[in-house]
């Protein structure tokens, strides 16, 4: 399976040209940073880039050979947005990839069997469930713009949420691998629509509660609508009714209305939403400038480096938090809607890498798993991108490896690892002769 | 799972067009309406960061220029008016928090360098820095600050002076005036100021009766339609009743048989009432029209700042078919308001062999590397009156500059035709309520028998005539353009 490697070291050459080419465009730009640390960083990020394709060559000779050089062009894009922003943010940045390429390939090391993530799923599920927790714990909780977020433990400081995802996304497929099949069979139709039986839907029903606490405790509607929704295409996936989704969806409306109802911070985010004019110099400016910055940007944008993050001559952001929610305006506004539509593209292959992979896999963990990673982080990248274009209330949720944020990178490379791992399996299998045969007799 | 798998994908498929069909809204097909919210700073902040052009009189000398602030990111600019309040009238303002006005709000796009559509693509894609285009007047220095100081002697007021043959604005003066430099500063003092109205551009927004100055209209109505020729004459009595109301000479004075030589020399009301009656409405406001009357002057200027001439009911422009007094709007009464670009107008007609040319102010664009990109070509806006007719109307006003009521413009050695006009404004609130409030005209251009300027000087709420305030003014004007020359 040597071709599906030498496809991966070809796909890596415009990720090396279209980094090349931003780099220099920022650093033509910034008359005043006449280092060359731009383009060292550019050699070390491509470097770090060729290092990990060899691994993956001895790792995983197998695998998806397009995943890897998508995710490297988004996190290149993502590495000259915010060098562009600040070179001190591009820095960390830079060193959190590192970090999440370490934790790719520890991932890969440690988990080639898998399977041994079942065996530990309540636990996962639990751990991440505490995980989400922890924000509210005084002392090492953080509250950002309402919502809380992030953890500090000392000098390291993360976003739960990133990691909780990928936990539950593995407890969903485990569990739901097992019950599929009671889901299905014990189905009923009452008054014309079918329900899951009762006693199986249980743990389905904590996972609801748990976007519903999500929603209330650490009052965060992006990640409560990510899960979720991620929760919903697994059970869509694992059980084919679709009337078990209209149900989850019909419950989290009702749910999200009577939180967002009761708590004040949902409230105001929905509110936001829905009438920015009505403060746009408060509550509304976020959004209102993440879109002023979109209407600035056109079909071709303004260029690198050419759109204002703040007002000039003061300190006063004109796109706040554009390293991190509003980074796709600031795409929008410098690379146009051209250039934002090649970034929305670059995550559908993703998507349908991901999605290729669950169809390739032969066992119905595996399936599930693959989708389910897929889904959440497809849906992560909708939930933000569509909290900036006012598509939905915009949430603090980051843009999967553009954003500035280290939670972000390395939960987003331990589940490209996990991708891969599930990846390479399917492949080998199909490739030998009576594999697929064997792997489904495994199965059944 | 497989088909439920292609299924999802699918889903998340429509979930992200969803968000480049929003993308696209918002960047592409809501972004003119977005640029113009109130809430969005952006277009304003990035107009401050293009350096726009200079705007520079026929001589070269720096009427407006953008001077940096800041530097990196920070680096903005802003507008500076080197000489003040001369120019305040026509070339305007702008600021980022006050907008533009005038000939800065007409010019906006040379200005700061916006090309077409498809060189601003071009320049997006290659990412050059927008540069605004200097852009050279055809304003002479010299007259301009000799038509501001005659007014600043005289009274509130206006001066326009055009090339009869290019229509070239030479002189756009308008006194009270306003330093443009302190419009970031005092802007809402400046607009309440309603007694000097210094943000209003007297030339071509102060309507004024034009008094005698229009018995030049009335008299090429008369000789383009046939009703007379320069050998008909009219019996003008001292007193005669013009729609129910006596209408008189000064001093009541006959004149019994006058030419149109004789009753423009004179200006004789009497005679022009009847020469007006004669003509008929269709005939007088076909010439007046032609002349740009009923229309907004077509001059490089925001046409909202550019006020249409004409008999003005409560803003409205009556046309041929209204009920109007013939007579009395033949000699410039009658609710017949004028701007003095009008007047300046009708006299570079008649001075070019009866055609009016399209009064520009702007001469030529300079683009940033030097190059003239663009330059003014003259062009004629209608043909009022015949060669002839022209003709013959010069003579008649160089009888009123030689012998009649106009005398003080006449300048040494030079041949100059002209029109007086003294228009009274008794109910005029901005005078003051005084009883003898007159609006002072003087219409002209020289030398009469090769026109190289044509001038309209207007003073208001004077006590004096036209001949004793504005003929000076057209004179002081007349001699620093030809000198010049």
């Given at each position: 399976m040597r071709s599906a490697r030498n496809r991966e070291l070809i796909a890596l050459v415009p990720v090396a040209l279209l980094l090349t080419a931003g780099f220099a465009a920022v650093f033509a730009q910034e008359e005043t940073r006449l280092d060359n640390l731009s383009l060292i960083y550019g050699g070390y990020f491509l470097a770090i880039c060729l290092a990990t394709h060899i691994y993956l060559r001895i790792r995983l000779p197998n695998a998806d050979p397009y995943l890897f050089p998508l995710v490297a062009t988004l996190t290149a894009i993502g590495l000259v947005m915010i060098y562009r922003i600040d070179d001190g943010l591009a820095r960390d940045q830079a060193n959190w990839f590192v970090l999440g390429l370490i934790l790719f390939a520890l991932t890969i090391q440690l988990l080639r069997d898998y399977e041994v993530l079942e065996r530990y799923r309540y636990t996962i599920a639990i751990a991440g469930l505490l995980l989400l927790l922890a924000p509210r714990l005084p002392g090492i909780g953080q509250q950002v713009n309402g919502a809380y977020l992030g953890v500090k433990i000392g000098p390291l400081a993360f976003q739960p949420a990133e990691f909780t995802k990928i936990a539950i996304v593995i407890f969903l497929a485990s569990y739901l691998r097992e019950h599929r099949e009671v889901l299905i069979v014990g189905a009923r139709r009452i008054l014309g629509v079918t329900l899951p039986p009762l006693k199986h839907f249980g743990p389905m029903l904590v996972v609801w509660g748990a976007s519903m606490f999500m929603l209330v405790f650490i009052r965060d509607l992006g990640s409560s609508l990510m899960f979720f929704a991620a929760f919903l295409a697994l059970l869509y996936v694992a059980t084919g009714r679709f009337s078990f989704v209209v149900i989850g969806m019909a419950m989290f409306v009702v749910g999200a209305w009577f939180f967002a109802s009761t708590v004040p911070h949902v409230h105001e985010r929905i509110e936001i939403w829905l009438?920015?004019?009505?403060?746009p110099s408060n509550a509304g400016y976020q959004i209102l400038q993440s879109i002023f910055a979109q209407a600035d940007g056109g079909l071709f944008g303004k260029g690198f480096a050419q759109g204002l993050i703040t007002i000039p001559g003061t300190d006063d952001a004109l796109l706040p938090a554009a390293q991190t929610d509003t980074i796709y305006s600031l795409i929008v506004n410098e690379l146009g809607l051209f250039g934002a539509c090649g970034v929305v593209l670059v995550y559908l292959l993703i998507a349908a890498r991901g999605f290729k992979i669950a169809l390739l896999a032969n066992d119905g963990f595996s399936k599930l798993l693959a989708t389910g990673l897929t889904a959440v982080f497809s849906i992560q990248a909708f939930v933000i991108i569509g909290g900036v274009t006012r598509v939905i209330p915009l949430t603090g949720v980051t843009l999967p490896f553009i954003s500035y944020g280290g939670s972000s990178i390395v939960a987003n490379f331990v589940l490209l690892a996990l991708l891969l791992l599930i990846s390479d399996r399917a492949r080998r299998e199909a490739e030998q002769p009576g594999g697929r045969a064997l792997a489904l007799g495994a199965a059944a | 799972m497989n088909r439920q798998i292609v299924k999802l994908f699918a889903f998340i498929v429509v979930l992200f067009g969803v968000l480049v069909g929003f993308t696209s809204y918002w960047s592409v097909f809501d972004a003119k309406a977005l640029k113009e919210e109130q809430a969005n700073k952006r277009p304003l902040l990035e107009q401050q960061q293009i350096r726009r052009g200079r705007v520079l009189a026929a001589d070269g000398t720096v009427i407006a220029k953008s001077v940096a602030k800041g530097k990196g990111d920070a680096r903005r600019f802003v507008r500076r008016y080197p000489e003040g309040a001369l120019y305040g009238h026509p070339i305007g303002y702008s600021f980022v928090r006050e907008g533009d006005t005038e000939f800065e709000q007409f010019h906006n796009d040379e200005l700061v360098g916006n090309e077409s559509e498809f060189s601003s693509i071009l320049d997006e894609l290659t990412g050059t820095t927008q540069e605004g285009n200097d852009i050279v007047t055809n304003i002479d220095a010299n007259a301009q600050r000799v038509a501001m100081a005659g007014l600043e002697a005289a009274g509130f007021g206006a001066v326009v002076a055009l090339?009869?043959?290019?229509?070239?604005?030479?002189v756009m003066a308008s006194n009270k005036s306003f330093d443009p430099n302190r419009v970031p500063f005092e802007l809402t003092r400046l607009n309440r100021n309603e007694i000097e109205t210094p943000l209003l551009n007297r030339a071509t927004q102060g309507l004024y009766p034009p008094g005698s100055t229009f018995k030049v209209v009335t008299a090429a109505a008369g000789l383009e339609s046939g009703?007379?020729?320069?050998e008909t004459t009219i019996d003008a009595p001292g007193t005669i009743e013009v729609e129910g109301n006596p209408l008189s000479n000064d001093f009541n004075e006959d004149f019994i048989g006058a030419s149109l030589d004789t009753a423009l020399t004179n200006s004789v009301n009497t005679w022009f009432a009847q020469l007006g009656q004669k003509v008929g409405q269709d005939e007088l406001f076909e010439t007046m029209e032609k002349f740009g009357f009923n229309s907004t002057p077509p001059i490089d200027l925001p046409d909202d700042e550019v006020y249409n001439s004409g008999v003005t009911v409560e803003g409205q422009t009556l046309t041929r078919r209204d009920p109007i007094d013939l007579g009395r709007m033949s000699i410039g009464q009658e609710r017949l308001l004028a701007t003095p670009l009008q007047m300046a107008m009708v006299a570079a007609a008649v001075a070019n062999g009866g055609k009016l040319m399209k009064p520009q102010i702007w001469n030529r664009v300079i683009d940033p590397d030097g190059r003239v990109s663009d330059r003014l070509d003259p062009d004629e806006y209608?043909?009022?009156?015949?060669e002839q007719t022209a003709a013959d109307l010069t003579t008649a006003m160089e009888g009123v500059v030689s012998e009649g009521t106009g005398t003080n413009a006449a300048i040494p050695g030079v041949a100059v035709a002209g029109k007086t006009g003294t228009a009274e404004?008794?109910?005029?609130?901005?005078?003051?309520?005084?009883?003898?409030q007159n609006q002072a005209w003087f219409i002209g251009f020289a030398p009469a028998e090769d026109p190289q300027i044509a001038i309209a000087a207007s003073v208001e709420c004077t006590e004096q005539f036209g001949n004793d305030v504005a003929a000076p003014i057209f004179r002081e004007v007349a001699e620093a353009i030809l000198e010049g020359e």
């Open positions: 009438n920015p004019y009505d403060d | 090339v009869p043959s290019t229509g070239e604005v030479k009703t007379i020729t320069p209608s043909e009022p009156v015949s404004t008794p109910g005029n609130d901005a005078c003051g309520g005084g009883v003898e």
